[in-house]
């Protein structure tokens, strides 16, 4: 008999014909012998909707009052899972984040978990019954309620297969796996069987958008076995863990893209020792989430410097930088919208130098000009116009012969 | 500087911009220098709408499972209101049934509350802010959600102000106070501008519907000042307190009345000394209400059973008479639908004797024939047909010249 956790997001339980079709899902698991605690979001568009009506009311909506809203969401899917559940004719009990013992930092909106007193689930558990969490919210030690943000339902259920020490943690989706890139825009993408956490992390950060990169860390650094799988299709899904297993020979493993990016370059900028770190403390400071910088000194010894923004911020971004224009000493700004991001990840890079070329050497025979590049041990990205995004992917896919 | 607990129905928090009007009545309290603690209940059709999804799923959804469902709808009131309130300047904090420390006996769906741990409201009202509590919801010693069942608002908000010592409690709602009888259908009915808690306990037993009565007997034994106002209109409500101060002389008060109506008579009943209490616990365990009971006994020996039931109850009751015939040991039942009650409300009955025969002669005299009669030391009702029963109201209230 083995402990799975089952993590259900908002589009699986969207309305109740989905509740009871992921109540099957619940029972498959039982039905082989194994404890079972489900983690659950809110449905389909409820938080959208919560958030619609607190606009109404208020333009900047308390945070902690926003957290007491939303965690409306998903106590209600957990109490109507637990009903279909016992339709099925299994023992069930949901359980909100602060039952759970789910405690987190005091912190609205994006709050961390710090602790899971996991007893009350455990004598729930030993008595037989199923247990549906509330995901993506918490407890403070002071009993407020908190959010954990974006992807904070996969963080729920990761974070508790690690505290119960799960065998497994099954994280339910609407694709079948993790692929080698959209199967949306490219036909031969092809799914992979197993990942390592490091290689799901770039992606997950690169927009692949299957599991939020959040829960991919948490489940490294406590080594849960996680596996993506779809709802809807009985089928096997795709296995992250430690290392890769299969397919160690290939280098690449999968092409990340996202497209909405601009490129914002600061010309003529001081060449003192604290003009960058002003810029993008300045920047962090009004929320602005900067991406890929490059630096370049320029022969009159200030620089120049590029760096990549989501476009929503573009005009943010420029008025931060205007506002505060005395302080960061430069000549002028500039920036270029319509832009794409396209990457290439894999461990196997580590002991491949030449992979990075062979990237460039693809885009460049398909004249596709690279704008701005950055790489990590198992990633390299480039920045690209966005007109030449999907054949970018597409050109990559082939080339790293992703779809074998 | 007093302590104001308000309270605001479904119908005052019905949307976004009855809450903005909800936040303007707490704030006009601030202004006055006093401290306030708002109970609010789900908005509009909320609670219905979570009752729809849950029978979707199953036709006896478990009843914590319920609970856990239906105490989101306060959960998004509250957070609302606290937002809400902070627009228009006011510190506010919304707690949850729990976190309001709203101790309840462990029953769902009809739970009691047993005590309050008022330590986090006071702290908080003693830091300025105002204290928005979900109503209708509290929490078991060992931490599962419950409901409070019908009239939980309005018992959350009596029970707060007595725990809290509040120097008043006042009930907002769509009317502008407790009236003589139904002002929808009698022009001349008249606001009370005082009314004791046992006049308002029989008025709200009999269908006013204006205050639960459950909350009118806490308050009562609590001894917290009520007040029955207006969310909409800025009058004077009515206030209910121990004893009616003003219009003493007046014997009666109100008209209460209510339609569907159904009498039941069971006819040849064995005259053994449990055949009542049979009939009366076989009922009780199927959930069904019995009102008004006459009991008559024939030359035979046998006695002739009559009882009135809401009219939703009459097949079912029908049935389990039926189905228990043999144990229950009587020759007929027989059944009237289509009837209407009827009642005059007032403290002053007590020294009154010939109330109720006035009442009966009005009636006589308008051809109204009385099928039950029921009387206690405040109350005397009669049930009569459905289609006379504004006709009996409008008589009544002239009779007892309420509308002067």
Not at 26 to 37: C, I, L, M, S
Not at 186 to 191: C, H, L, V
């Given at each position: 008999?083995?402990?799975?956790?089952?993590?259900?997001?908002?589009?699986?339980?969207?309305?109740?014909?989905?509740?009871?079709?992921?109540?099957?899902?619940?029972?498959?698991?039982?039905?082989?012998?194994?404890?079972?605690?489900?983690?659950?979001?809110?449905?389909?568009?409820?938080?959208?909707?919560?958030?619609?009506?607190?606009?109404?009311?208020?333009?900047?909506p308390?945070?902690?009052e926003?957290?007491?809203?939303?965690?409306?969401?998903?106590?209600?899917?957990?109490?109507?899972?637990?009903?279909?559940?016992?339709?099925?004719?299994?023992?069930?009990?949901?359980?909100?984040?602060?039952?759970?013992?789910?405690?987190?930092?005091?912190?609205?909106?994006?709050?961390r978990?710090?602790?899971?007193?996991?007893?009350?689930?455990?004598?729930?558990?030993?008595?037989?019954?199923?247990?549906?969490?509330?995901?993506f919210?918490?407890?403070?030690?002071?009993?407020?309620?908190?959010?954990?943000?974006?992807?904070?339902?996969?963080?729920?259920?990761?974070?508790?297969?690690?505290?119960?020490?799960?065998?497994?943690?099954?994280?339910?989706?609407?694709v079948?796996?993790?692929?080698?890139?959209?199967?949306?825009?490219?036909?031969?993408?092809?799914?992979?069987?197993?990942?390592?956490?490091?290689?799901?992390l770039?992606?997950?950060?690169?927009?692949?958008?299957?599991?939020?990169?959040?829960?991919?860390?948490?489940?490294?650094?406590?080594?849960?076995?996680?596996?993506?799988?779809?709802?809807?299709?009985?089928?096997?899904?795709?296995?992250?863990?430690?290392?890769?297993?299969m397919?160690?020979n290939?280098?690449?493993?999968?092409?990340?893209?996202?497209?909405?990016?601009?490129?914002?370059?600061?010309?003529?900028?001081?060449?003192?020792?604290?003009?960058?770190?002003?810029?993008?403390?300045?920047?962090?400071?009004?929320?602005?989430?900067?991406?890929?910088?490059?630096?370049?000194?320029?022969?009159t010894?200030?620089?120049?410097?590029?760096?990549?923004?989501?476009?929503?911020?573009?005009?943010?971004?420029?008025?931060?930088?205007?506002?505060?224009?005395?302080?960061?000493s430069?000549?002028?700004?500039?920036?270029?919208?319509?832009?794409?991001?396209?990457?290439?990840?894999?461990?196997?890079?580590?002991?491949?130098?030449?992979?990075?070329?062979?990237?460039?050497?693809?885009?460049?025979?398909?004249?596709?000009?690279?704008?701005?590049?950055?790489?990590?041990?198992?990633?390299?990205?480039?920045?690209?116009?966005?007109?030449?995004?999907?054949?970018?992917?597409?050109?990559?896919?082939?080339?790293?012969?992703?779809?074998?």
């Amino acid at each position: 008999m083995g402990l799975i956790v089952q993590k259900f997001g908002g589009t699986s339980v969207g309305n109740v014909e989905r509740i009871l079709n992921v109540a099957g899902c619940v029972k498959e698991e039982t039905d082989r012998g194994n404890q079972v605690v489900v983690v659950v979001s809110a449905m389909g568009k409820t938080t959208d909707q919560l958030v619609n009506m607190a606009k109404e009311i208020s333009g900047q909506p308390s945070k902690r009052e926003m957290d007491m809203l939303l965690a409306t969401g998903e106590q209600v899917t957990i109490s109507l899972l637990a009903m279909a559940l016992k339709e099925k004719g299994l023992e069930a009990v949901s359980y909100t984040g602060w039952q759970a013992g789910i405690v987190t930092e005091p912190v609205h909106g994006n709050a961390r978990i710090t602790k899971i007193n996991t007893e009350a689930i455990e004598g729930e558990l030993n008595q037989g019954k199923v247990v549906i969490v509330a995901g993506f919210q918490g407890i403070t030690e002071s009993g407020n309620i908190t959010t954990l943000g974006r992807g904070g339902s996969d963080t729920t259920a990761v974070a508790l297969a690690a505290a119960l020490n799960a065998d497994k943690c099954d994280i339910y989706t609407d694709v079948t796996g993790v692929f080698t890139t959209d199967p949306r825009y490219i036909p031969s993408a092809r799914k992979l069987l197993s990942i390592s956490y490091d290689e799901m992390l770039e992606l997950a950060n690169l927009g692949a958008g299957v599991l939020h990169p959040r829960a991919v860390e948490f489940a490294k650094n406590y080594q849960v076995r996680l596996e993506v799988r779809s709802s809807m299709e009985k089928v096997e899904g795709t296995i992250i863990e430690g290392e890769a297993t299969m397919e160690q020979n290939l280098v690449v493993r999968g092409v990340a893209f996202e497209d909405e990016i601009t490129r914002v370059t600061v010309l003529g900028l001081s060449n003192s020792l604290t003009s960058l770190s002003t810029i993008f403390t300045t920047l962090a400071s009004n929320q602005i989430n900067v991406d890929i910088i490059i630096q370049s000194t320029t022969e009159t010894g200030a620089s120049n410097l590029s760096f990549s923004i989501h476009t929503k911020d573009w005009l943010e971004t420029l008025n931060v930088l205007e506002d505060n224009k005395s302080e960061l000493s430069y000549e002028q700004l500039d920036a270029e919208n319509k832009l794409a991001k396209v990457s290439i990840v894999g461990s196997g890079m580590i002991s491949n130098p030449g992979v990075a070329a062979q990237m460039f050497e693809v885009l460049a025979a398909n004249n596709i000009a690279i704008k701005m590049v950055s790489t990590s041990e198992i990633k390299v990205s480039a920045v690209i116009e966005e007109k030449h995004m999907h054949k970018a992917v597409e050109v990559l896919h082939e080339a790293f012969e992703l779809g074998k």
